[in-house]
């Protein structure tokens, strides 16, 4: 059973460009989280998906920021009209039942640089 | 803001020495969760103690969970240089959909 799979797992943008990062959860999950980390810094929570479904976005910035997590395929994180601030590790994780039940299994992280 | 907060910040310790890192949070939970991340590369989950348990080991890690004083402590025996990384401690509110909050970590670092 392969583990969550995260691409691209570096990405270069320039201001203003879009990065579209991708997450193949665990099979059978259907709970995807995203988070993202700054260096020596802790995982700041950004949104929660079921398959389709935005669960809980409340740490998404409500601007350039989406995520989907369509029926077929992975889910994917969007980052529009890029800033420099915006650089940071993005971590994907994945459950089967959701955190109440058990733990969460996570990808290797893609890691976003913005020039 | 953060809801896990582990102290210290940075632990060096001697191989064979044992680690202790600590963890406050402030909300009720469901469960309380400890992940391991080496340099580089994605959180590892360790061991998951439920809110109605006080105690849980599993191999050389030993967890304790106090609600009333809602925190939390991770004990690594006989420590070895290949713990040396970067340890969180996550908290899963009550509720439904509840997601992980996760503290700053602590960077652990074993001599040989």
């Known amino acids: 059973n392969a583990g969550v799979m995260q691409n691209p797992r570096h990405l270069v943008r320039r201001r203003g460009q879009e990065a579209r990062l991708r997450c193949s959860p665990m099979?059978?999950?259907?709970?995807v989280y995203w988070y993202r980390q700054l260096p020596e810094e802790g995982l700041k929570f950004m949104v929660y998906l079921q398959k389709e479904n935005i669960i809980d976005e409340s740490g998404m910035p409500k601007e350039r920021f989406s995520a989907e997590f369509p029926k077929e395929g992975p889910s994917i994180l969007r980052i529009q009209q890029v800033v420099r601030g915006d650089s940071a590790a993005y971590f994907c994780?994945?459950?089967?039942?959701?955190?109440?039940?058990?733990?969460?299994?996570f990808g290797e992280g893609s890691r976003l640089t913005v020039l | 803001s953060q809801q896990g907060e582990e102290d210290p910040q940075a632990l060096s310790i001697q191989e064979g020495e044992n680690a202790t890192m600590n963890c406050s949070y402030k909300t009720s939970i469901n469960n309380l969760q400890w992940y391991r991340q080496n340099s580089g590369r994605g959180l590892v989950h360790l061991i998951l103690i439920r809110s109605n348990e006080r105690e849980k080991h599993s191999g050389r890690l030993r967890v304790t969970l106090d609600t009333s004083k809602k925190s939390s402590s991770l004990l690594i025996t006989a420590s070895r240089a290949a713990d040396t990384a970067s340890y969180f401690c996550a908290t899963a509110a009550t509720g439904a959909n509840s997601k992980l909050t996760f503290g700053k970590g602590i960077t652990l670092s074993v001599r040989p």
């Open positions: 099979k059978g999950h259907s709970h």
């Open positions: 994780a994945s459950s089967p039942r959701g955190v109440n039940t058990g733990e969460l299994f």
